[in-house]
């Protein structure tokens, strides 16, 4: 049976996704339940039910240009406040903890990655994907996914199971942060008896509606596109000149390129950078297009039979990190504050550490959270693709 909206019906088919993003963004702003559920699922759960639905096409040459010229420039709209010194330099003691809870998440890829070997295909790139995503967040998804092109049966499924995920996980950091049990085991300066109404002046100051004018559009694409072009084309000069396997799996890949040179510019050029307002928006809006896109791919079927053990597998990467973060931070004398927000950081990226330290009322850790967090992004990919590779060799 063939789709309402033939694949070759560019215009249409470009309406309807882009309406489907926005009703995503919109049920997301505007309802807790849906903020629950996350933006990223909304749009995959939404692209799985129009092409399953036969209103959309499974494959089509729009759903590739996505793959091959909107996910390179998002990622760079999204690392341009990745200025190295200024995080080394303003998040403190956590910086030390946040890199505590990535060693968590590797180790927690390789034992889930052996616990799971032969349950599923392709086990040792889910494990790299779940790296980058578990160190940084859903650009190292998409990155380090892009890089082996992992099919829409695993990932699309991977996606449901890591987003329930980390909702248990977040729901547990915030019961913890309040145990007597852990109180009593770990320093925690910043846990303070803060009122409503200083919760929330915390919060509106951070989520405000910000200025973005049209030069600031101009120049984020100018930069995001060169970018990605100057990291494609060292990729295929790099990948012709040199043999090793390895090399031009790690170093010739255009994702860690990408990363990289958008971070020698944003702390080099830091100043011009950071006086751009909006690339957070616009990249963000880029990913949610592509998980609207690999939701498109998928069969229904296919997604319910894979969620159970790659449920089990985020559950083992997870519980390690936190376990790993915990008990290592205790022995280096961490505060539990710093520790938790560290775990939320690497499972949910930037804006959700942001989140907890905001409405747990820890004023001095909000920024120091986002920059964890953006760190994250900076080494997720380069991290998830050594994962991978090296448990392509081991497995």
Known sequence: ?????????????????????????????????????????????????????????????S????????????????????????????????????????????LGAFLAAFLFRGSFPQVAEIAGIMTGSYIGGG???????????????????LLVADNFIMAGMFALLFVISASRFFLARFAHPHTQE????????????????????????ANALAIAFGVAAASMVLT?????????????????????????FTVVLTTVCHRAMERIHGTEELGAYLLYVFFFVIG???????????????????????????????????LLGQNLEELLLSVNATLGGAPSAAAMAISKGWSSLVLSGLLAGIWGYVIGTFIGIVVTETLRRIL
Not at 76 to 97: D, K, Y
Request: hydrophobic letters at 55%; charged letters at 10%.
């Open 296 to 330: 498109l791919r998928a069969d229904v079927w296919q997604v319910v039979l894979n969620v159970p053990v790659l449920f089990a597998f985020c559950t083992a990467m997870a519980a390690t990190n936190l376990i790993v973060t915990l008990v290592l931070g205790k």
């Open 63 to 106: 759903y590739d240009l996505v793959d091959d010229y909107l996910v390179p420039v998002a990622i760079p709209l999204l690392l341009f406040r990745a200025n190295v010194i200024r995080i080394i330099r303003e998040t403190g003691s956590m910086f030390l903890c946040f890199h505590i809870a990535s060693l968590g998440t590797i």
């Open 194 to 217: 803060t009122n409503s109404g200083q919760v929330q002046q915390l919060a509106a100051g951070y989520w405000q509606r910000k200025d973005v004018a049209l030069l600031d559009i």
């Open 1 to 61: 049976m063939t789709s309402l909206i033939a694949p070759d019906n560019a215009w249409p088919l470009w309406s309807v996704m882009l309406a489907g993003v926005a009703v995503c963004i919109h049920l997301e702003q505007n309802h807790r339940w849906a903020a629950k559920v996350s933006g990223p699922v909304l749009a995959l759960i939404g692209g799985m039910l129009l092409s399953n639905l036969k209103v959309l096409p499974i494959a089509a040459p």
């Open 139 to 157: 650009v190292n998804f998409v990155a380090i996914k892009n890089t082996y092109a992992v099919g829409s049966e695993l990932t699309n499924p």
């Open 236 to 260: 295929r000069i790099i990948r012709s000149q040199v043999e090793s396997r390895i090399i031009q799996s790690v170093f010739a890949n255009p994702f860690v390129l990408i990363t990289f």
